[in-house]
Structure formats: C-alpha cells, structure tokens
C-alpha cells in the first residue's frame, strides 16, 4: 500500500510538471516557426529538446547526411516545415502479357510507364508543398529505386521546397550536386532504377520513419552538417526559443575567441537579434523558461 502511495504522488508530480506544460504549448503559425528556426543549428536544437525532456529524441541516424556541403555560404544547411510521403515495394505485375522483347509492344511499354507514373507511383504530396517545406521521404526497400531526382527536386523547389530529407532513393547525385539542391540521405541506400514496376506510394502527410526518427506533417525539421533532427510541432516554439539563446551564447563566446586569435569575422558569429527583442518580435514570450 506504501509503495502505491509512493507512485501515485511521482505521477501527480510529473503531471503538474513544467515539462508537460511546455509540451502542451499552444501552436503558433508556420511563418513564425520558419522564422524563429531560421539559421538554427542541430547542435543547439538537440541541446534545447535535451532541456525540454526530450533527450536523444528526433535526432536521425548520422548515415542521413548531405550530399554536398557549401562551407561559405552554408546552403546546403536549411529548417522547415515537414510534409510526409511514403512509398514501398509494389506487389503489382508491370507489363501483364506482354512481350517487351518484341519491337512491336514499345507502345505498351510507353503506356504503362505513364500509368505507373500518374496512378501508382506518382507525387500527391505536392499539392501540400508551400514556401518553407521540407519534403521528409519514407521508402526504405523499395527495391534500389530511384524515388527522386534532380528534375523532381527543381520542381519541389519551384514550389517552395527548401530541402529533401529521406532514407535514400535518390539518383541523378552528380545533376543535385551541381544544382545545389539540398538533399539528405544515406548515399550508400541511393537507388538506380526508376519507380515503374518497382515501389508505389502508400502514404500522404502520415507519420513516416526516416533514419529512426519518427516524423508527422508538421513538425520542424533542421539539417546541417551535423546531421538531422525532427522537433515534434507540441514543443516546437520552446525548443526553438531556447535554441535560439543557446546559439546567442556560442557565437558571443567564439566572437571573442576570434578577436583574440585575430580570426576575420564571418557570418557564423553575427549575432542577428538580442533574444528577447526578436522573441518579442514574433509574439512570443521574452523569456521561454518562465511560466
């Protein structure tokens, strides 16, 4: 009965804890999420879930990683907003009864890759696509397919798509490299071959899994050369607040170092606006720690 009591009063505890309270945070627009994780930085933002209670949460397998890296202007760097797209292996016969060793059924062949294209394998998921967008892609074994490349990357990007995040299947590297297109992948799970007759898409803006974290539509996504982590949209706000104060604090600290080592200043140690001015500018409170 003792020890009944004991877990009854660490449940209360834990219910009426300033973590629950934080993960219940109300929700604010995309446009003020996009702009508080501007510039935000993987170190800081999976320092600032640690601080929320969210230790080792959201952060992807170090094998998702960029394709390219730009060390000047950093753009190979971006956060945003995530829509989800799932695809798998097909279970369906690509060319019933037909012979494609023979000349004469080319036109089949041509037929059916477009149906495959627009009905099986296609891309609902741009209908959802909006400045800030991070597509977040799920096709683990989907059988070395090439589920995107560089043309489809430009035309997400034309959209508004600020980067690709996916377990692999992607082809066309060189093309994405020379582009500049961000992309994070597993290079090593890249896929060759094109979707017909090979995977289809089976989910739109549901919860996927990518590099062991768990993504929903919506959720922030933030991706350097660090890695990748996800910040679950309920504590969003909060995380990016105190990742914000915790990259004030660095670069405070490696601008001095600078001045003392005669280093020549960079972006990197720009301070873009005191913390609780630019919280007080989105509408958020001044100080993310206080009640």
């Known amino acids: 009965m003792r020890n009944f009591s004991f877990i009854v009063a660490v449940l209360a505890l834990f219910v009426s804890s300033p973590l629950l309270s934080a993960q ?3 929700d604010v627009s995309d446009e003020v999420l996009l702009e508080l994780y501007r510039g935000a930085r993987v170190a800081d933002v999976v320092d600032a879930m640690a601080t929320v209670g969210y230790t080792g949460i959201g952060v992807m397998d170090p094998k998702i990683a960029p394709l390219w890296k730009d060390v000047k ?3 190979h760097r971006f956060s945003g907003i995530a829509v989800t ?3 798998g292996p097909t279970n369906r016969p690509m060319y019933p009864g037909a012979d494609l060793t023979k000349p004469e059924n080319y036109e089949v062949y041509r037929e059916w890759r477009g149906y495959w294209y627009w009905r099986i394998s ?3 998921f741009q209908e959802f696509i909006k400045p800030g967008t991070v597509i977040v892609m799920d096709n683990r074994d989907d059988n070395d397919t090439g589920s995107t490349g560089s043309k489809n990357i430009m035309e997400w990007k034309e959209k508004g798509a600020v980067g690709l995040v996916t377990a692999g299947g992607v082809r066309d590297i060189d093309e994405i490299i020379l582009q ?4 994070y992948t597993n290079y090593y799970e890249r896929g060759r071959g094109e979707r017909i007759g090979r995977n289809e898409v089976i989910d739109v803006q549901r919860p996927v899994v990518v590099g062991g974290a768990l993504v929903h539509p919506g959720d922030m996504v933030v991706a350097d050369s660090d890695g990748v982590v ?5 504590v969003a706000v909060r995380v990016g607040q105190i990742a914000y104060q915790e990259l004030v604090d660095d670069i405070e600290g490696r601008r001095a170092l600078y001045e ?3 280093f020549e200043f960079d972006e990197t140690v720009e301070i873009r606006e005191e913390p609780e001015v630019f919280f007080r500018r ?3 409170p001044a100080d993310p720690n206080k009640p």
Not at 180 to 183: A, C, L, T
Not at 230 to 234: E, F, I, S
């Open 24 to 26: 219940e945070a109300p």
């Open 122 to 124: 296609n891309e609902p």
């Open 282 to 284: 989105l509408g958020l």
């Open 180 to 183: 500049r297109n961000p992309v």
């Open 73 to 75: 202007d950093m753009s």
């Open 85 to 87: 797209v799932r695809y």
């Open 230 to 234: 996800v910040v679950p949209r309920r």
């Open 260 to 262: 003392r080592l005669g």
